[in-house]
């Protein structure tokens, strides 16, 4: 049994470092007894301990080790154990690791995602996307990327797809489009973190994650294995969809996770054919929003019908520059960017 472990722990790799935790030294001691005891060295952070137990206990129960025959204790050394003690970096390599997230979904989540994401590339920024929006993701489809893609793994770890000078990962490059997704609780946790950790995301300033709408499983899986920089409340500007919005704010806060701004889409509708604009949804609703959850309002975006058609035709309603309909739409994501980098930099 005590082999057994030692040999799982040769493929549990440490989340900073890419090394298995063997490699890292990071096992003091395996004590045996009725319930074994595994002794690991910890950084302090309670996010990267889970993303290791996780990965120790996935690959014991597919050994036939029962979960309850051995536990975890976590050492701690105050003094610098060098790469190891990074908590503030949750994946190698990436800078900036921000959530978009709703209270509901059809408000434009992603829509913002892929735009942000769009509009920091053309800043000149290193940007990846992951789409972690399980239950429909659709990330692929608004980049013209349309059901199962080619995924390549290289050296066990997948390789994500480039267009339009972004990194691209989703669920739905793995799955048949129409296939039904069943993932719940802990499996999706899991094929989150396999995502996150085992995609060969390179180096990036951004990389932008387009969470599932709603206050689930996926938000708090993402929450507990990684350390965010934050996230971004999508919201359309109707009281209603304030109040779901306003519960996600309220689950970030209570996980931790610091709440980045509120992007308002749909604020104003803008008519293709006369230029006039209506407030449909009502005014007002984002701002209210980021002033109860004491964040700011990174923007609004307006409704406007060729932002939805270019991402049916799966082209970036902010690459379409020359399209003057569009013009406010890559207005609302330039100051939404920049709006973001000085966010961070506070
Ligand atoms: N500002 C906007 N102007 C026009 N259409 C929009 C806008 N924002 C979103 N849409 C459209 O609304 C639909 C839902 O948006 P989507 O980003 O998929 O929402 P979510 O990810 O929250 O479910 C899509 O067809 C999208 O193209
Ligand atoms: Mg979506």
Known sequence: MKQQLEKILQQVYNPLTKKSVLEDNLLVRIDEGEKHTLVLLSNG???????IEAQLRTLASKEGIAPDSFKLRWETKTQSQGPVLRPQQSLPGVK?????ASGKGGVG???????LAATLAQMGLRVGLLDADIYGPSVGKMLGLVGRQKVELRADRIQPLEKFGLKLMSFSFLIDENQPVVWRGPMLGKAIEQFLYDTDWGELDFLVIDLPPGTGDAQLSLAQLTQLDGAIIVTTPQSVALLDAGRAVAMF????????GVVENMSEFICSHCGKTNHIFS???????AAQSQSVLLGQVPLVEECMAA????????????????????????????????????
């Open 45 to 51: 952070d309670k996010k990267w301990q889970l993303a």
């Open 96 to 100: 900036h690791l921000v959530a978009v």
């Open 109 to 115: 989540k992603s829509t913002v995602a892929v735009n």
């Open 253 to 260: 806060e209570q996980v931790g996770v610091p709440v980045l």
């Open 283 to 289: 005014r007002g609703g984002g701002a209210r929003l």
């Open 311 to 346: 991402s049916e035709r799966g082209e970036i309603p902010v690459h379409k520059t020359k399209n003057r309909a569009l013009a406010p739409v890559v207005a609302a994501f330039e100051h939404i960017a920049r709006n973001l980098l000085s966010r961070l930099e506070q």
